[in-house]
């Protein structure tokens, strides 16, 4: 590489960054595929993944490595891979949504890939796939699964089962989706310029995604390409990245209830079994109010009066208490059962991972505990004009 890398030097200006990069001006040709990957500072999958897309055998592609506030490990990164990469480093952090479009405006590619800096691709020829996909969309998702190394991660893995089905679900029926998972996915640069690209929002994935779908962009789920990613490594980790999709959530519907309630009107037989399956926890609740609402009785009732027959052993009325804990053991037995099926279903059908008791653990308190703090994030976004997020925009 020519000159010096400076780490306290901003080459976010186009020409500064192709000044730095002057003995790689071959790459900044018109190409068919551009891939933007995102850094703070550094990260231990950064080296693999440019491993995997810089030695695939597609030949039209760009890749543009955005680095805010590089450290020690990513300037040895730069330096390892030379000029088989695009590098921009910025000296202050600009934000994911900024260094993005920078990038963008000097890649020349017709298909735009985003891809996160702790995402793990196996398959050499994941960009192939890319096109091929595409052939039948303007955006496309990406299967993910989960770097499978922790607690957390075994508990992430049965929400990433979740959204792959609702995008499964959408593209197979619609065709359209209204969110996307952005750790991976692609959109075509037309597409993208002609939806305004990213906002400067928190949840700049989700914002754009929603736009394809105002703007009717084709959507399609590529379950044939996967790519895997990194859950939070603790729980104060994990706790701050919830935060921080609640209130982005809460920004986003804020700014677009009004669609969303219309686009829920247009299609509520995949809107709302798609929210069921991504927030099974307000199943059981759902369904002690169906059972006690409308078909006229309630399950506590119903139980005792069974065992009595079954068994001729009589069995006191239950106390208030008692039948709010039967309710809940009932529905919570039926829920179980029934996501059981569908997520061991979903989890076969898209390569997943997974087992009985690590879903029991997740339907009982890791997703209820989930869904409350993005709803929390959610109302307080809603209603608040303060947040305070460590997340540049």
């Known amino acids: 590489m020519s000159g010096t890398l400076d780490p306290t030097r901003d080459t976010t200006d186009p020409i500064k960054a192709e000044g730095e990069l002057a003995n790689c001006s071959k790459f900044l040709t018109d190409k068919k595929i551009s891939v933007f ?31 805010d506030e590089p450290d020690e490990k990513s300037i040895k990164t730069v330096k390892n891979y030379g000029c088989k990469a695009n590098f921009i480093l910025n000296s202050k952090r600009k934000g994911k949504v900024e260094a993005l479009n920078s990038a963008i405006k000097i890649s020349s590619g017709e298909i735009l890939v985003f891809l996160d800096s702790d995402v793990q691709l196996k398959d050499g020829d994941f960009l192939e796939g890319i096109e ?31 959204s792959n089905l609702v995008s499964f679900l959408y593209s197979r029926l619609v065709k359209r ?27 700049e ?44 959530t809460g920004l986003w519907l804020k700014d677009y209830w009004r669609k969303f309630l219309k686009y829920v009107a247009r299609y509520p037989h995949i809107v709302i079994p798609s929210l069921i ?14 059972f006690t609402n409308f078909l006229g009785y309630r399950i506590p009732n119903f139980v005792p009066s069974f065992l009595v027959v079954k068994s001729s052993i009589l069995i006191p009325l239950i106390p208030n208490v008692g039948e709010v804990l039967l309710t809940f053991l009932a529905t ?62």
């Not at 029934?338 to 997974?354: R, T, W």
């Not at 209603?383 to 305070?388: A, I, K, Q």
Request: charged share 20%; hydrophobic share 50%.
């Open 37 to 67: 990957i995102p850094v703070y500072k550094s990260s231990d999958l950064l080296e693999p993944l440019l491993d995997v897309l810089t030695g695939s055998a597609y030949a039209d592609k760009e890749i543009f490595v955005v680095i």
């Open 132 to 162: 091929r996909e595409m052939a039948e969309a303007e955006i496309l998702d990406i299967r993910k699964g989960i770097i499978n190394n922790s607690f957390i991660s075994r508990m992430v893995n049965y929400e990433f089962v979740s």
């Open 177 to 203: 989706c209204i969110g996307i998972n952005g750790a991976a996915f692609a959109i075509k640069r037309e597409a993208f310029e002609e939806v305004g690209g990213f906002s400067k929002v928190v949840s």
């Open 205 to 248: 994935d989700f914002d754009l995604a929603a736009k394809a779908l105002l703007k009717n962009k084709k959507f399609k789920y590529a379950e044939k390409l996967e790519a895997y990613t990194k859950a939070p490594s603790n729980w104060r980790s994990w706790f701050i990245q919830r935060k921080r999709w609640g209130i982005g």
């Open 277 to 290: 399956i991504l927030f099974p926890t307000f199943v059981p609740i759902l369904f002690n109010y169906v």
């Open 332 to 393: 919570f037995l039926l829920s179980f059962f029934m996501f059981s099926i569908l997520f061991y279903a979903a989890s076969k059908k898209l390569k997943l991972h997974f087992n009985f008791a690590e879903f029991l653990i997740y339907f009982l308190f890791y997703q209820p505990l989930s869904s409350l703090i993005l709803f929390i994030g959610i109302i307080t976004a809603f209603f608040s004009e303060r947040h305070e997020l460590d997340w540049k925009v």
